[in-house]
């Protein structure tokens, strides 16, 4: 059969990370010999931000491919684009249209409701939902594959217990020119040209308001250090990266994984050929591991930290402390690795002190870089279901209404100017004159003499 993959349409972001889902999806297909192709909404609109003319052009490419299935990747923040897309595709294509992703897993029932022009939903891990469809399977036969006569009481999502079984992400998909072309936001900080991978699936943790990991569902499985490895050197060898940025949600929820990728890495030499950044919990490092993280060629470990006050984790069931991030951050600099702390806004309560005294904290423990991201509550999280106010069920799935939904902060105790104010004239200069400094720190001349040349002299597409 032939699959033509869709991304969802976005504009202009600087992170250049790779849709992972999507190019294990391809990658298993294509090993079962059906013709796989992408359409790459998000990169198209990247580029040029005019809907319309991707639009046309998606429609043109359709017609050309003449695809048996076209299998969608959602996210709550943009379900309308899919929502549009598929009630325009559905003007000339008469194949199968499923869904996947993080919004479809969320509420596959209510996907299809919205969605009138979806056949199935694949919740969970999709890649051998998708293959047994285009194997052409009998659907109610499918692990994870929902439709309008699932029986949602007993539905499982999917999920994959051997991954060693998939084959490596297939990246011939992607415009990698794009992917892995040299950017400082990819692996932050770092201007090397940077790919994404995958060592590991699913988090120990229990965050009510994070939905990384409700693809994955709860536990986790592992990649073996040789998988992993093997992965690294083909990225190394076809894209000649520089960088690589680990997508798992806690790299250090095994310590024996993490030291068995790094020994890998090491004794293949990589540890020369590249720099690596990994996401953690701050309650998972310790001096023995980051010592052999460093070694291994680990510069950046990125951190949820969310919030200086304690009462927050708590209420939002982190599994961590402010004494627990700081105690990270002393030790990351003692071992040379760069850290990164994500912070959330919108706590219950916050005031534009509680604001002031996040940037005196980043003042005082110097994290290499640092983000502040106002609390959004996403479908299928324990915050939707306890303050979400069952949005997605009561309301139209338009652009308009789901920009607003994701644009409010729900808890909010701070006048909207006021917080807009202190954005504009203490956070943006502050960041501003931060990350610049973070950039001088971690990159050689000819870095950034190359990131200054392409940026201002260069001609590239991109």
């Not at 093997?230 to 250090?252: R, T």
């Amino acid at each position: 059969m032939k699959i033509l993959l869709i991304t969802p349409f976005s504009k202009y972001n600087s992170i250049r990370w790779i849709p992972l889902g999507v190019s294990y999806i391809a990658s298993l297909l294509i090993k079962n010999r059906h013709i796989v192709k992408l359409y790459d909404r998000s990169l198209k609109g990247c580029c040029t931000g005019d809907k319309e003319s991707v639009n046309k052009d998606m429609k043109s490419e359709i017609l050309r491919f003449k695809p048996d299935i076209i299998g969608f990747s959602t996210v709550s923040p943009v379900i309308y684009d899919a929502l549009e897309c598929i009630d325009y595709i559905r003007e000339f294509f008469d194949g199968i249209i499923i869904a996947g992703g993080h919004h479809a897993t969320a509420m596959p029932e209510l996907t299809l409701k919205k969605i009138s022009g979806l056949d199935f939903v694949a919740a969970g891990e999709a890649e051998y939902t998708v293959l047994s469809l285009a194997n052409g399977d009998k659907p109610s036969g499918i692990p994870g594959l929902f439709s309008r006569n699932t029986d949602a009481s007993g539905f499982k999502n999917y999920q994959i217990k051997a991954l060693d079984r998939l084959p490596f992400p297939e990246y011939r998909i992607f415009d990698m020119h794009y992917y892995t072309g040299a950017n400082r936001s990819s692996l932050r900080g770092f201007y090397l040209k940077t790919a994404c991978i995958l060592s590991s699936r699913g988090c120990p943790n229990n965050c009510k308001f994070c939905s990384e990991s409700l693809t994955y569902g709860k536990g986790i499985r592992f990649h073996s250090a040789d998988y992993v490895v093997e992965n690294i050197k083909k990225l190394i060898i076809d894209y000649k990266v520089e960088g690589l940025y680990f997508h798992d949600n806690n790299f250090l929820s095994s310590y024996s994984h993490a030291e068995n990728v790094c020994e890998k890495i090491i004794s293949n030499n990589l540890h020369k050929k590249i720099k690596w950044g990994i996401q953690a919990g701050t309650t998972r490092v310790d001096d023995d591991i980051l010592k052999l993280l460093s070694k291994a060629g680990c510069v950046k470990i990125e951190f949820g930290m969310e919030s200086i006050r304690d009462n927050d984790l708590k209420n939002m069931n982190k599994n961590a402390t402010k004494g627990s991030n700081e105690t990270a951050l002393v030790l990351c600099k003692k071992h040379k690795i760069m850290a990164h702390s994500y912070f959330m806004t919108g706590f219950e309560g916050e005031k534009i002190s509680d604001l002031n005294s996040t940037l005196a904290w980043i003042k005082r423990f110097k994290p290499h870089t640092f983000s502040l991201h106002p609390l959004k509550i996403y479908p299928g999280t324990e915050l939707y279901e306890t303050s979400g106010n069952k949005f997605f069920e009561n309301n139209k799935w338009d652009r308009d209404s789901i920009e607003k939904y994701f644009n409010t902060e729900h808890f909010r105790n701070i006048d909207s100017e006021e917080k807009k104010k202190w954005y504009l004239e203490v956070y943006k200069p502050f960041s501003a004159r931060y990350h610049r400094k973070a950039l001088l720190n971690a990159n050689s001349l000819p870095s950034l003499f190359r990131m200054i040349w392409i940026k201002y002299f260069s001609k590239r597409h991109y």
